[in-house]
């Protein structure tokens, strides 16, 4: 498993700080009533940072195609899972 | 749910991947004082994630939040709040389980890293530990939103 590839640092410090501002930002916004579209604020940006972890941290954008698949596979599946959950949730009176 | 707990341990843990992140790519440059920095920065901030989650569980345990026979909630939504610190506790807590494994992994890569077991040529357990911690820390990313923040506007 030698990977070739060193991303360079300013790559991971522009990741980071993204993510630290995404956080930021989904905690003001839980603070604002908007609704059910709370709900959907909240996981469009955790969805937004976990694919900025798996991309660069993970370095799943420089791997492989078969990588590519396991991933999205993970991320099909916790799709399935969310959206089970939420039909659930929002359609309760 | 207390919001700024939460919010600090999410900042927390994207620290810590971010150093996780930055003690493979030392690794892959054999980088050995930054690696054995990285790895040191991981681990103290994974135990300061542990630090403050247990903090909330006690918080939580003197208000009578723990589901069971002492659970104690006012109003016409006790049950539902039972069933939801049934979830929050299960989630975090297993959470919390694969948090002590994230740290003993950088715990024992440190040790490889002070005696000189790791090269650009081998890091192999460095960038599989580094996958690990990211995919705990991708967990949190969505306990967050799901216990703390969705449930405030419903």
């Known amino acids: 498993m030698k990977s070739t590839h060193v991303l360079p640092l300013r790559c991971y410090t522009a990741v980071f700080t993204l993510l630290l501002g995404l956080t930021l930002t989904t905690t003001a916004v839980s603070r604002i009533d908007l609704g059910s579209l709370n709900v959907v604020v909240a996981l469009t940006i955790a969805i937004g940072k976990a694919l900025l972890v798996l991309l660069y941290f993970m370095h799943v954008r420089y791997s492989s195609r078969l990588t590519w698949v396991f991933a999205g596979a993970g991320f099909f599946w916790l799709a399935i899972l969310i959206t089970l959950i939420t039909s659930d949730v929002l359609t309760r009176n | ?154």
């Open chain 2, 1 to 154: 749910m207390n919001l700024w707990p939460g919010t600090i341990n999410t900042a927390v843990l994207i620290c810590s991947s971010f150093t996780m992140a930055l003690a493979v790519r030392s690794a892959q440059m054999g980088n050995r004082k930054a690696l054995v920095g990285l790895l040191l920065s991981t681990i103290v901030l994974g135990a300061v994630f542990l630090g403050i989650k247990f903090g909330e569980y006690y918080f939580k345990f003197t208000e009578h939040l723990i589901p069971g026979p002492s659970f104690a909630f006012a109003g016409p939504l006790a049950r539902p709040a039972e069933i939801f610190f049934s979830f929050y506790f299960a989630l975090t807590g297993l959470h919390a389980a694969h948090m002590l494994v994230g740290i003993g992994l950088p715990s024992a890569l440190l040790i490889k890293a002070l005696r000189g077991r790791f090269s650009p040529g081998y890091f192999t357990p460095v960038e599989l530990s580094g996958l690990y911690w990211h995919f705990v820390d991708i967990v949190w990313i969505f306990l967050f939103p799901l216990l703390y923040l969705v449930g405030r506007h419903l």
